[in-house]
């Protein structure tokens, strides 16, 4: 017996009930964006090596899909879809001056190690903000984040804000060298604050530093955190990082969005490209964040084209299993079903245009000698179609709802 393939570890196939989910989810929130006045850009799915090399920020060489083309370039699977629009905006839009507002959906690629139990591909949905170095702009993707959030039907979630040069600035404070400034940036970003004043105290660092990694844990919450953060603020650049915040925050109140925004000072970001504010949004139902953006001024100088941008990813593989965890329901076109024969096939064409005429989606199949109505109703519900048209060929039809069982025939004179 011949051996059946399966999928790869870290991808599967989505199909049926869940890809229309999926899609219904990605085109909500395609809409949103579109509202916003943003416009689509694709971009290749494979790109040089150079366009994630170290020096952009992404994420390291190991974890690329990385391969070679006839003449011996290194081409690598995008794993981050920012870099790619970078690339191109810098080249498309050089003599631009006007802010450049963008869209995208598309697959991503990492190649994550196998005890991490992540899918190494994923649908990501997002937004780029080319050109504006400014509060509004900032303002207006997290607005777009919390308002996309909320037309898929999340009631509950949060998007915590955070500002790179803050947490920055305080690890430069520390006086330590690159690699314990690395070591401390990972345990705050793991939440191990006994680990950050362990290394601190071995360090020699000065008490009103390891006085300021103290108050980190405290600095998550409401606005009010951002007073607070300005007590700690080691110089200029986290004084002025915090009073951002504050006018972002403002802004916010006025797109009616500051109730699902909160403050994360020990924020660090998941990528190095990032300059300015840095988010995450969360849900139930997923370990991890659903979106996760920032400012990145100087991405763009690597490609050529010197301008501030920012923008958001949303993973949509995980917005759609969050759904489902909340039992939040996704609306879907609904499938029917028109069970024919070969003396019914121009009633049952008929009848499917009429349908599809008004939107609906329509699967006729043709009962053969041997399937009974209820082999055929088994394979609608395993279809997850909705509802079952049976036509006779006296001119009668039954009508059957998949998900109630309820039946309805309708006598031939009403048909006519």
């Known amino acids: 017996m011949e051996q059946k393939l399966h999928t790869p570890e870290g991808v599967r196939d989505i199909y049926t009930k869940e890809c229309r989910k999926k899609l219904a989810v990605q085109e909500k929130l395609h809409d949103l964006l579109h509202l916003y006045g943003y416009q689509d850009i694709q971009t290749p799915t494979f790109e040089y090596f150079d366009v994630f090399r170290k020096e952009i920020g992404t994420i390291s060489s190991k974890e690329l899909y990385k391969f070679f083309d006839r003449e011996g370039n290194t081409l690598v699977l995008r794993p981050d879809i920012t870099p790619s ?8 839009f050089e003599e631009e001056d006007f802010p450049i507002r963008l869209c995208y959906v598309g697959n991503t690629f990492i190649n994550h190690s196998s005890y991490q139990g992540r899918l190494k591909e994923n ?9 504006a170095d400014t509060v509004e702009a900032d303002a207006e993707l997290l607005s777009m984040v919390v308002d996309g959030l909320k037309k898929i039907g999340f009631p509950e979630f949060q998007v915590m804000v955070g500002h790179v040069d803050f947490i920055r600035e305080l690890l430069d404070a520390t006086g330590l060298c690159e690699e ?80 699902h925004v909160s403050f994360d000072l020990s924020m660090c970001g998941n990528y190095m490209y990032y300059t300015g504010i840095i988010f995450r949004a969360y849900t139930y139902g997923t370990g991890d964040a659903v979106v996760r953006g920032g400012r990145y001024d100087h991405l763009l100088e690597k490609f050529g084209k010197s301008t501030p941008s920012i923008g958001f990813a949303m993973i949509v593989d995980d917005l759609t299993s969050a759904l489902s965890r909340q039992k939040i329901s996704v609306e879907t076109k609904r499938q029917h079903l028109i069970v024919y024969t070969e003396k019914t096939l121009k009633w049952a064409v008929s009848l499917a245009r009429e349908f599809r005429g008004k939107n609906r989606c329509v699967e006729l199949i043709k009962k053969e000698d041997g399937d009974s109505r209820e082999s055929v109703l088994e394979y609608g519900k395993r279809m997850q179609a909705y509802s079952m048209l049976w036509l006779y060929e006296d001119g009668s039809l039954e009508m059957t709802n998949l998900e109630t069982g309820v039946r309805k025939v309708v006598p031939a004179r009403e048909n006519n």
């Open 123 to 131: 649908t990501q949905l997002g937004a780029e903000l080319i050109g």
């Open 180 to 259: 314990a400034t690395e070591e401390i940036r990972s345990l705050i970003t793991n939440r191990n604050y006994f680990g950050v004043e362990e290394i601190l105290e071995e360090e020699g660092a000065a008490e009103e530093i390891k006085a300021a990694f103290r108050m980190l844990p405290e600095l998550v919450g409401g606005v009010e955190v951002l007073e607070k953060a300005a007590e700690i603020a080691p110089g200029m650049h986290a004084k002025t990082a915090v009073e951002r915040l504050q006018r972002i925050y403002r802004i916010l109140q006025y797109y009616g969005v500051d109730g």
């Open 85 to 92: 629009i970078a690339r191109a905006a810098a080249t498309l």
